[in-house]
């Protein structure tokens, strides 16, 4: 049996379960069925895509009768799909194991148990998709199956809302592949992958495609300014399903950028790079700000993802500059530093959510300024989470570290490209990569001061429980994987070697020769780092250091009330709040960014009335892009709407000229 | 063998910088007492102070989790390490390729996290004030430390240190106004990230500027002696770095026998010592600035940061 096919009864098998929880779903038997069902195909197929990645996934054909009719359904399974399908599956398999523990305190599980191995299955097959249809349809269920997860808590604020938005957003997104497909198809319409491989489309198509595809997946992976939806949708969805629409979903948006891009579209033009990285760019830096300001730890945990996804897409940027200037070698060190960001991000982002989940079951609060002092009652919680901050952060021994060291040594290769709009670009790209890892890490520091440290600002974060075994070990297990991609890049880095060789046509230096299990990206002379040992010195100097303390240094220990100068407040309510941590920030970015005002409205001496403190943010991008917009389709479809209401002569008349002008059209076409 | 020697002088090092982290704090207080006509304390004082530290209770608020007693080490550690992997007397030590300069950035930015959590454990107005400007601080002095990065990567060739240190030896590096542009920058980041004048005073408490001091008020006895250990650490590194990278002279090459690196040590001393003194005198001779006026100042660094590696990367074709 070929690897496609194996993944195609995977697939049958988890749509199979997601009936069995339609029917099962209100049932007590319906949450271990569902998960435990996932969880064990999710594993065994993310074994066999480690096999495929591993082994020189060979690509073979596997073609169904389905579908278009000339073409049929085509699947493939390349060293591409290989990677993509692991980041899927060990999302899959720990968000399954999650939710069998996290399930329990979910309300209504018969609107979450269907759709839960549904969004599964559909990831799965965007990926093996080896036609347009195919891969169109498959990421149309995907978008479908995902809504109905963030419309669980339909009744909730701004939940119908956020779903609208993203369906919207969704359907925009997938016009715009599926136009991008069909310009790669061209007039025969060859809409099987092999064919567009096979085609050379002029520069001008391939170009238009590529743009297109940049939209098209970019909205689904949350390009600024196609974002607006994700920061709404991901944070209503229930805490398992938000981990896999964060950390996974927005993953299968880069696979299908990528495979458009280095792969589908043909040579890449030289400024195709331009555009990707300015987007990189500003997402990296607009998503952090506005992750900073929030206070509602999921959607600042969405907002947070977008920031990464503009990292990401500076890596993918950079690959393609590299590509088209005739350095392959350095493409490879920018596109693996890409790809592996990919797949940190889809750890440590899935382990924060799962630790925002736990935090909400515990106390049902997501607003931090409700919650503190958790890590008191939850410790094993706040250690994963703590984990996945300092993971997200880049600060080594972690894994986020490597993917933004590598992306950094892409950077400094660039002043060999022979352009000087990417000579002055990637300096700026550079700068602004650096502003916003630094920023990341002030709003982490934030996240977990606020969630889980300081004195409990409500009785629901004092009352806090620790969740449940098999929610703790999903953390755990993430949490250790970020360690280890950090502390041995250099085996991550080869297993996507592949990958990396079938997109620009080279690889990185292989890693796992170097003495040490250090990581070199062009010699050991111009830059190297050591995740292991920079590791084993921390440890070794922090036990050092905490072993003559307690040898020769006092070892009493007095626990007092806070000193606090002198003037400790017995009120949790003086502590610093999400907004005031975030405010020095606020000031300098602030202007720029959104429109962030304060008004403060200190009454006179002598007046009794509170002083009252008001501050109102938006996003500028939704005011300037999306608002416009909504008036615009709103006034179109005043004007439309007269056509509802016409005699059926003059419905008759609509239909002839409409028939008319298409046949004109046609007769006319070259 | 020649493993062990090379270990030897590895752990020389680590031991060299912790050594004198005290001795150049200490100066810096001598020369800002001296100047201002005081006496001022004894040049080892900072030494008597982190033992009496040491040897006193410590009193740990009723609020402090875990976390809280953990992160003097890791704090230490995280800088112990960073200082350890900046060449002092000689290059190429042994475990100097383990990570570069943007490695060592980032461990420096290890600790600066754990100590804003630090600051925000307890619960308190001044924890949290310290650590919100602290991040900040942090998010600007970063980034303009990352792109003078840049421009010593693309004078140099690479990010390790120890080649950009033999690379400014050699002498065909000459006068470019892109490290010109790097070193003042580099001195900025250097005042704001230790916390000196005029960004923040280390003298002060209960003065509403205070940043490093706010957050680490709640922190007494031996962790509080690990902090300040460390905050000297940074400092020494901060020095070490400006040293190694624009006044390399007499430090001992990757190869060179005992005798270099003897005299690399008085060489590097010397000009630490120097470092401190100058550092003294310009603190005496500066104004404290307001909170808000420190965005602007170390924001310069980050645009001269900036403008050097641009020239750089638009130069690049030219020669």
């Known amino acids: 049996m070929s690897a496609e096919a194996l993944f195609l009864s995977g697939d049958a098998a988890l749509l199979a379960l997601a009936v069995a929880g339609a029917l099962a779903g209100r049932r007590p038997l319906g949450r271990p069925l569902v998960y435990g069902g996932a969880l064990a195909i999710s594993a065994a197929l993310l074994l066999l895509a480690l096999v495929e990645l591993l082994g020189g996934a060979k690509g073979g054909a596997l073609v169904l009768p389905l579908g278009l009719p000339w073409i049929g359904a085509r699947f493939r399974v390349d060293a591409l799909s290989a990677f993509f399908l692991v980041v899927v599956n060990l999302g899959g398999a720990a968000a399954s194991l999650y939710g069998l523990g996290y399930g329990r305190t979910e309300r209504a599980p018969e609107r979450v148990l269907p759709f839960f191995p549904a969004f599964l299955a559909s990831m799965n097959l965007v990926l093996v998709a080896d036609d347009a249809y195919t891969f169109l349809l498959s990421w149309e269920s995907m978008s479908l199956a995902s809504w109905a997860l963030v419309m669980a808590h339909h009744r909730e604020d701004d939940n119908a809302r956020a779903g609208y938005v993203y369906l919207l957003m969704a359907s925009f997104g997938t016009l715009a592949l599926l136009l991008a497909f069909a310009l790669l198809a061209g007039p025969a319409g060859g809409y099987a992958f092999d064919a567009m491989r096979a085609a050379a489309p002029s520069p001008g198509v391939a170009g238009l495609a590529f743009m297109l595809a940049l939209i098209g997946a970019g909205s689904k992976a949350g390009i600024v300014p196609l974002h607006v939806w994700l920061p709404l949708a991901h944070p209503a969805a229930p805490s398992h399903v938000s981990a896999l629409m964060s950390g996974v979903m927005t993953k299968v948006a880069v696979y299908g950028f990528v495979r458009i891009a280095f792969e589908l579209a043909g040579p890449a033009g030289w400024w195709w790079s331009v555009p990707v990285l300015t987007v990189g760019a500003a997402t990296a830096l607009l998503g952090v700000i506005y992750a900073l300001m929030q206070h509602d730890l999921k959607r600042l945990l969405a907002y947070h993802t977008v920031e990464n996804i503009g990292i990401i897409y500076i890596g993918l940027g950079l690959a393609l500059a590299f590509e088209v200037f005739g350095m392959p070698s350095v493409a490879a060190l920018a596109l693996t530093a890409g790809l592996l960001h990919v797949f940190n991000h889809s750890l440590f982002k899935s382990l924060l959510f799962f630790g925002a989940g736990a935090v909400l079951s515990a106390t049902g609060e997501r607003d931090m300024d409700h919650l503190g002092g958790v890590i008191h009652n939850m410790p094993l919680t706040a250690f994963a989470f703590l984990v996945g901050c300092v993971a997200i952060s880049a600060l080594p021994p972690f894994n986020g570290f490597v993917s933004e060291w590598l992306t950094f040594q892409a950077i400094l290769l660039s002043p060999y490209l022979s352009s000087w709009v990417l000579k002055i670009l990637a300096p700026a790209v550079g700068a602004l990569l650096a502003l916003s890892a630094a920023l990341a890490a002030a709003c982490f520091a934030k996240a977990f001061g606020m969630t889980f440290l300081g004195r409990p600002r409500t009785n629901a974060a004092k009352s806090a429980r620790e969740t449940d075994r098999l929610t703790l070990a999903a953390m755990l297990t993430f949490a250790a994987l970020c360690l280890l991609v950090g502390v041995f890049p250099g085996l991550f880095i080869d297993a996507l070697a592949p990958v990396v060789f079938n997109a620009v046509g080279a690889r990185m230096p292989g890693q796992s020769t170097i003495a040490w299990l250090s990581i070199a990206p062009i010699a050991q002379s111009r830059s190297s780092y050591n995740g292991l040992l920079v590791f084993l010195f921390i440890v070794i100097s922090a036990t050092l250091a905490a072993s003559f303390i307690h040898r020769f240094a006092s070892a009493a220990l007095r626990r007092a009330p806070a000193w606090d100068c002198g003037f400790p407040d017995p009120s949790p309510a003086t502590q610093y709040s999400a907004e005031s941590f975030a405010q020095p920030i606020r000031r300098v970015f602030g202007a720029v960014a959104f429109v962030a005002r304060e008004r403060i409205d200190m009454p006179p001496p002598g007046e009794t009335r509170p002083a009252r403190f008001d501050l109102t943010l938006s996003d500028r991008i939704w005011d300037v892009v999306y608002q416009p917009l909504v008036g615009l389709v709103e006034r179109a479809s005043l004007r439309l709407n007269r056509l509802q209401f016409l005699t059926i002569r003059q419905y008759l008349g609509v239909v002839f000229g409409a028939l008319v002008t298409l046949l004109v059209v046609l007769a006319s076409w070259p | ?319």
């Not at chain 2, 400014?168 to 580099?186: E, I, K, T």
């Not at chain 2, 957050?215 to 000297?232: D, K, Q, T």
């Open chain 2, 1 to 319: 063998m020649a493993l062990i020697v090379d270990l030897i002088f590895q752990l020389l090092q680590m031991t060299l910088v912790i050594a004198v982290a005290p001795l150049l704090t200490g100066l810096v207080r001598v020369t800002k007492a001296r100047l201002t006509r005081r006496r001022g304390p004894p040049l080892l004082q900072p030494y008597r102070d982190l033992v009496r530290l040491a040897r006193k209770e410590a009193v740990v608020a009723d609020t402090a989790s875990w976390l809280y007693r953990f992160v003097p080490y890791l704090v230490f550690a995280a800088t112990w390490v960073a200082a350890a992997l900046v060449p002092t007397f000689a290059t190429g030590l042994l475990f100097s390729w383990s990570a570069d300069l943007i490695a060592i950035i980032a461990l420096l930015g290890a600790a600066r996290f754990f100590l804003a959590l630090a600051g925000l454990d307890i619960g308190t107005s001044f924890g949290g004030l310290g650590s919100s400007r602290e991040a900040l601080f942090g998010a600007l002095a970063e980034p303009a430390m990352i792109v003078i990065v840049f421009t010593l990567a693309l004078v140099a060739g690479s990010t390790q240190l120890s080649t950009v240190v033999a690379h400014m030896v050699s002498s065909n590096v000459g006068l470019r106004v892109s490290l010109g542009m790097a070193l003042v920058a580099l001195i900025i980041v250097a005042l704001a990230e230790n916390g000196r004048i005029p960004v923040d005073n280390p003298a002060t408490h209960l003065e509403l500027t205070m940043v490093h001091e706010a957050m680490i008020l709640e922190y007494s006895g031996r962790h509080l002696a690990v902090i300040e250990l460390a905050a000297m650490l940074k400092l020494v590194l901060y020095v070490s770095l400006i040293i190694c990278v624009f006044a390399p002279w007499g430090i001992a090459i990757a190869d060179a026998g005992v005798a270099d690196r003897l005299l690399g040590a008085f060489a590097y001393l010397a000009k630490l010592m120097i470092g401190g003194v100058a550092l003294g005198v310009f603190e005496t001779s500066i104004a404290k600035m307001r909170v808000f006026r420190v965005p602007d100042f170390v924001g310069a660094a980050l645009m001269l940061g900036f403008l050097g590696a641009l020239l750089l990367f638009v130069s690049r074709t030219l020669k």
